[in-house]
């Protein structure tokens, strides 16, 4: 659905499954997107963004009220530059693309709460993800991690509180988040094991949409 294109008189831009194929929807953003100083919420799922860039202007600074980004579901093969450029962000959806690792620079989202990395194909995070210390819920789901790709420091995030990795080769909690998860007295290798979930933190079995 597009709403209200190209004016762009509202906060929010849509461009959810956009329903014109000939439309150059990459060219069109890439020229507006810095103007849109007011700018608060874009999603940009399932636009077919699949360069190098993600069809997004290299530097998006002006955009300093942006905190929620939907680029999921694009053939992404790397995070768009322009998304470093814009510490503000809260929210940020990479699901379904075709990640394969992640720059240490991701800890400029200082503020971010939400990262949804579904259905990439990662094989390890970078231990600057640790300094995301605002993160609420970390959806790793559909990956290729496997316990020496999680950074230990992980456990150490004090607002984590989803902690979503089901379908990785994970085959016991990484050390940190066990730790965490035992003053509840359980024996987190057990849940595991067991398919179970005794809290929302630490989740590997069952999916977080």
Request: hydrophobic fraction near 40%; include cysteine; charged fraction near 20%.
């Amino acid at each position: 659905m597009i709403t209200r294109f190209p004016c762009f008189s509202s906060g929010n831009v849509l461009l959810n499954h956009a329903p014109f194929p000939t439309i150059k929807l990459a060219h069109i953003s890439s020229r507006q997107l810095p103007s849109l100083i007011s700018l608060e919420v874009l999603h940009l799922r399932g636009t077919y963004r699949g360069s190098l860039s993600g069809g997004l202007p290299s530097n998006l600074e002006s955009l300093s009220l942006l905190r929620e980004v939907d680029l999921s579901r694009n053939n992404l093969v790397k995070i768009p530059e322009g998304l470093f450029s814009v510490p503000s962000l809260r929210r940020l959806n990479l699901s379904e693309n075709e990640l394969k690792d992640l720059p240490g620079s991701i800890d400029v989202w200082a503020r971010l709460e939400v990262l949804n990395l579904a259905r990439n194909q990662l094989t390890a995070l970078p231990a600057s993800l640790c300094k995301l210390i605002h993160l609420r819920r970390l959806i790793l789901n559909g990956n290729e991690l496997d316990f020496e790709g999680i950074p230990s420091g992980v456990g150490k995030l004090a607002f984590l509180q989803v902690f979503s990795a089901a379908d990785n080769n994970l085959e016991m909690v990484p050390e940190g988040l066990c730790r965490w998860g035992q003053q509840w007295g359980d024996d987190c290798l057990g849940e595991v094991r067991s398919g179970q979930k005794r809290s929302n933190f630490v989740v590997l079995t069952d999916a977080v949409p």
